[in-house]
């Protein structure tokens, strides 16, 4: 694990409810746990005590302030009893009724009502992680909490402090599974704060994909803080789409970590569309020879948002691949955030990184800090990267105009032409269909709003 | 013969970032017609260009660009594609990710509802395309790749030809289309450009050198000199200027001025 040198804090943020609010709930309902993972829910806590909500003198947390979020009073959905949500209202979230296995999570819990599972080969687990915890308790108790660093990340820290569900994925070994499997979190009441922890595990030889989806279902500010972690083993290959499109009041600090073994495949899509402020840690762990993955994402932000990713690509291990593929488009006031890290160890001869962060700013007050930070320590590396912020090709809006198409639908073009790279890498092809439209219609509603 | 203006310029002044480069010129086209402008370089060929199509930065300090009776300079540049002006481009210009069968079935169908006819449906669209491709002997491969993205540059003049030969312009203005092809190039572009010369539509075909138009042969060659017309005629004109170059117009010209 990469640990990251902190400069000195020079605020610590009130954390007492915080703390006050863990101890109720490990009184309550955190006390009927194995006891190995009451320990891991201490550890969080203790983690998060120490290091509390970073503040903008953090270099990880420069240009992303979290005070609203640290002043957002703290009510942390524990308790799994939420109801009245019909699949009609989940409806318009399905993909268009995507053939696939859905989990549906109301404020992080598992609605086993709203849920349906298709037909699956032996030995394939998908279910939540409450259930997880006793049934599988050995294979959760080696992974939960182990790959997902609570000790530089508060967030993930107050996450383990407080797990209680998420999905939890476990597919055998040479298993390729056919169908998505859809996780979706709601969020059904204002003011909640909830933490979905999701366990992925694909066995050698395994293949899986997994859309990891976070929707609102009420129009009011709330904190969705999410981890992932995601173990491959050899030659296993797991594509994973984040897709983050909260409403627009609401606070989303999310971590993903991927653990690989040797010849094994991630394909990491994140796509942010909402939230007010939305952090992703995105940590690709290299750990075996030859792997070969992909970071891929796009954030699109207008109004006042700020979306934030950070993502690493740790080379621990010779003749891997990293490609990674980010792109931002921003109108409005919004502010955009993309550090991406390759870390490239000694022992890692050979490795292939690429690094591309292209930003698009379509508003005169809109903003992008990009920052790619190489840490090279092997000497026979590939290494590349580039990043670039602009505006839309005026000679290419011309060329299009002076075919007859019009200002708008040429802008609109080549929007989506730069937005398309990036999804156009997703396989699933319902997600991508249905995220075509999603920028589509957003196109037309700022084109409005500008007219 | 009854002649029907297309395009009538007076006294057109216009210039970019606060220079003046065209001072005064006047040209009108016929149906049926084709016209060069020669002229060396800085002359304002281009410019000639980029005014009559549009292109945003370059700014009218004077003068009346008449097209089918209606102000031409008054017009967006998609409004003038669709009126049925086309500018084949100098220097044709990459757009990743729009794919072309996207881009040509889009700018077809925008010139179609405006002329009141029908949009193309997919079908008869890549027939149409399939069809005017072959004329320009370009690959249909082009037609799944990114407009002009990694096209040689011989395939975006000829991909250029063959987005007119779609569009079937009124006007069309050629800007130093024959810049770096060879001569097979040249003569499939010409060819092109030939075969979609009639009767009611007309030819702008804007060159540095003569070589073109062995292959599109003018009605009328026009000598652009600093930004004024200075000299024209017929296509022996032409051979004239490559023959003794520009320098004898040129010094006719500053011993008019002198004088």
């Given at each position: 694990?990469?640990?990251?040198?902190?400069?000195?804090?020079?605020?610590?943020?009130?954390?007492?409810?915080?703390?006050?609010?863990?101890?109720?709930?490990?009184?309550?309902?955190?006390?009927?746990?194995?006891?190995?993972?009451?320990?891991?829910?201490?550890?969080?806590?203790?983690?998060?005590?120490?290091?509390?909500?970073?503040?903008?003198?953090?270099?990880?947390?420069?240009?992303?302030?979290?005070?609203?979020?640290?002043?957002?009073?703290?009510?942390?959905?524990?308790?799994?009893?939420?109801?009245?949500?019909?699949?009609?209202?989940?409806?318009?979230?399905?993909?268009?009724?995507?053939?696939?296995?859905?989990?549906?999570?109301?404020?992080?819990?598992?609605?086993?009502?709203?849920?349906?599972?298709?037909?699956?080969?032996?030995?394939?687990?998908?279910?939540?992680?409450?259930?997880?915890?006793?049934?599988?308790?050995p294979l959760v108790e080696k992974h939960l909490g182990r790959h997902a660093s609570y000790t530089d990340n508060p967030f993930v820290a107050l996450n383990t402090a407080f797990v209680q569900d998420g999905a939890f994925v476990h597919i055998p070994a040479r298993v390729e599974l056919a169908e998505p499997i859809h996780l979706l979190f709601l969020t059904t009441e204002a003011g909640l704060t909830s933490f979905p922890r999701n366990l992925i595990i694909a066995d050698r030889s395994s293949s899986v994909k997994v859309i990891e989806d976070y929707v609102s279902l009420v129009p009011a500010p709330?904190?969705?803080?999410?981890?992932?972690?995601?173990?491959?083993?050899?030659?296993?290959?797991?594509?994973?789409?984040?897709?983050?499109?909260?409403?627009?009041?609401?606070?989303?600090?999310?971590?993903?970590?991927?653990?690989?073994?040797?010849?094994?495949?991630?394909?990491?899509?994140?796509?942010?569309?909402?939230?007010?402020?939305?952090?992703?840690?995105?940590?690709?762990?290299?750990?075996?020879?030859?792997?070969?993955?992909?970071?891929?994402?796009?954030?699109?932000?207008?109004?006042?948002?700020?979306?934030?990713?950070?993502?690493?690509?740790?080379?621990?291990?010779?003749?891997?691949?990293?490609?990674?593929?980010?792109?931002?488009?921003?109108?409005?006031?919004?502010?955009?955030?993309?550090?991406?890290?390759?870390?490239?160890?000694?022992?890692?001869?050979?490795?292939?990184?690429?690094?591309?962060?292209?930003?698009?700013?379509?508003?005169?007050?809109?903003?992008?800090?990009?920052?790619?930070?190489?840490?090279?320590?092997?000497?026979?590396?590939?290494?590349?990267?580039?990043?670039?912020?602009?505006?839309?090709?005026?000679?290419?809006?011309?060329?299009?105009?002076?075919?007859?198409?019009?200002?708008?639908?040429?802008?609109?073009?080549?929007?989506?032409?730069?937005?398309?790279?990036?999804?156009?890498?997703?396989?699933?092809?319902?997600?991508?269909?249905?995220?075509?439209?999603?920028?589509?219609?957003?196109?037309?509603?700022?084109?409005?709003?500008?007219? | 013969?009854?002649?029907?203006?297309?395009?009538?310029?007076?006294?057109?002044?216009?210039?970019?970032?606060?220079?003046?480069?065209?001072?005064?010129?006047?040209?009108?086209?016929?149906?049926?017609?084709?016209?060069?402008?020669?002229?060396?370089?800085?002359?304002?060929?281009?410019?000639?260009?980029?005014?009559?199509?549009?292109?945003?930065?370059?700014?009218?300090?004077?003068?009346?660009?008449?097209?089918?009776?209606?102000?031409?300079?008054?017009?967006?540049?998609?409004?003038?594609?669709?009126?049925?002006?086309?500018?084949?481009?100098?220097?044709?210009?990459?757009?990743?990710?729009?794919?072309?069968?996207?881009?040509?079935?889009?700018?077809?169908?925008?010139?179609?509802?405006?002329?009141?006819?029908?949009?193309?449906?997919?079908?008869?669209?890549?027939?149409?395309?399939?069809?005017?491709?072959?004329?320009?002997?370009?690959?249909?491969?082009?037609?799944?790749?990114?407009?002009?993205?990694?096209?040689?540059?011989?395939?975006?003049?000829?991909?250029?030809?063959?987005?007119?030969?779609?569009?079937?312009?009124?006007?069309?203005?050629?800007?130093?289309?024959?810049?770096?092809?060879?001569?097979?190039?040249?003569?499939?572009?010409?060819?092109?450009?030939?075969?979609?010369?009639?009767?009611?539509?007309?030819?702008?075909?804007?060159?540095?050198?003569?070589?073109?138009?062995?292959?599109?042969?003018?009605?009328?060659?026009?000598?652009?000199?600093?930004?004024?017309?200075?000299?024209?005629?017929?296509?022996?004109?032409?051979?004239?200027?490559?023959?003794?170059?520009?320098?004898?117009?040129?010094?006719?010209?500053?011993?008019?001025?002198?004088?």
């Amino acid at each position: 694990m990469i640990t990251t040198s902190y400069a000195r804090r020079a605020e610590v943020r009130e954390t007492t409810a915080h703390l006050a609010r863990f101890e109720e709930f490990e009184r309550g309902v955190s006390g009927n746990s194995p006891a190995w993972l009451r320990a891991i829910r201490t550890a969080g806590i203790a983690h998060f005590a120490e290091q509390g909500f970073p503040t903008v003198q953090y270099e990880e947390w420069r240009f992303t302030n979290v005070a609203p979020i640290a002043a957002f009073p703290f009510k942390p959905a524990t308790h799994p009893q939420y109801e009245g949500v019909t699949e009609k209202e989940i409806e318009p979230h399905t993909f268009g009724g995507m053939n696939c296995h859905r989990l549906v999570f109301l404020n992080g819990h598992f609605s086993p009502k709203l849920s349906t599972l298709l037909p699956r080969p032996d030995g394939v687990k998908i279910g939540c992680l409450a259930a997880a915890i006793h049934s599988d308790g050995p294979l959760v108790e080696k992974h939960l909490g182990r790959h997902a660093s609570y000790t530089d990340n508060p967030f993930v820290a107050l996450n383990t402090a407080f797990v209680q569900d998420g999905a939890f994925v476990h597919i055998p070994a040479r298993v390729e599974l056919a169908e998505p499997i859809h996780l979706l979190f709601l969020t059904t009441e204002a003011g909640l704060t909830s933490f979905p922890r999701n366990l992925i595990i694909a066995d050698r030889s395994s293949s899986v994909k997994v859309i990891e989806d976070y929707v609102s279902l009420v129009p009011a500010p709330h904190f969705t803080c999410p981890t992932t972690e995601i173990i491959t083993a050899e030659n296993a290959c797991v594509e994973h789409v984040k897709l983050q499109r909260e409403n627009e009041s609401a606070f989303h600090v999310a971590a993903v970590q991927a653990v690989q073994a040797a010849d094994s495949r991630v394909i990491s899509h994140s796509i942010s569309l909402g939230a007010r402020l939305a952090r992703n840690n995105i940590h690709l762990a290299l750990n075996g020879p030859g792997i070969d993955s992909v970071l891929n994402g796009l954030y699109l932000a207008s109004g006042d948002q700020l979306m934030d990713h950070h993502t690493v690509a740790d080379h621990a291990s010779p003749r891997c691949n990293s490609h990674e593929f980010y792109h931002g488009i921003l109108s409005g006031k919004a502010r955009g955030v993309f550090n991406g890290k390759i870390f490239v160890r000694q022992i890692a001869q050979k490795t292939d990184a690429k690094q591309t962060n292209r930003n698009l700013l379509l508003s005169d007050l809109a903003t992008v800090d990009t920052k790619p930070q190489l840490e090279i320590f092997a000497d026979d590396v590939k290494c590349t990267h580039g990043a670039t912020i602009g505006q839309l090709d005026e000679q290419a809006i011309f060329y299009l105009r002076s075919r007859g198409i019009g200002h708008d639908e040429a802008r609109n073009m080549l929007v989506h032409a730069f937005a398309g790279g990036i999804l156009d890498r997703i396989t699933i092809e319902p997600v991508r269909q249905e995220l075509e439209s999603t920028l589509f219609e957003r196109l037309e509603r700022e084109q409005h709003a500008r007219a | 013969m009854n002649k029907n203006p297309i395009l009538e310029i007076r006294n057109l002044q216009a210039g970019v970032e606060g220079r003046k480069i065209l001072k005064g010129l006047d040209l009108t086209i016929n149906a049926g017609e084709v016209h060069a402008i020669m002229g060396p370089n800085g002359s304002g060929k281009s410019t000639l260009a980029a005014v009559l199509s549009g292109k945003p930065g370059y700014e009218v300090l004077g003068g009346t660009a008449t097209y089918f009776g209606k102000d031409l300079l008054d017009m967006d540049p998609e409004e003038r594609a669709r009126e049925g002006v086309f500018l084949a481009f100098q220097y044709p210009v990459e757009i990743p990710g729009v794919n072309s069968t996207y881009f040509l079935k889009a700018a077809v169908n925008e010139v179609r509802k405006h002329r009141g006819e029908e949009e193309l449906d997919a079908i008869d669209f890549l027939k149409l395309v399939k069809e005017r491709m072959k004329v320009l002997h370009l690959d249909e491969s082009l037609l799944s790749r990114p407009v002009n993205e990694g096209f040689s540059g011989g395939e975006k003049k000829r991909n250029e030809i063959f987005q007119m030969a779609l569009l079937e312009p009124k006007l069309a203005i050629l800007d130093e289309t024959d810049s770096g092809l060879d001569i097979d190039a040249l003569r499939i572009v010409a060819n092109g450009v030939n075969k979609l010369k009639h009767s009611d539509n007309a030819q702008l075909v804007i060159t540095h050198y003569q070589r073109l138009l062995d292959y599109i042969v003018p009605d009328f060659v026009h000598v652009l000199l600093d930004g004024r017309i200075v000299k024209s005629g017929g296509k022996e004109l032409a051979l004239e200027l490559e023959k003794d170059g520009y320098d004898p117009i040129i010094e006719q010209e500053s011993n008019l001025v002198t004088a």
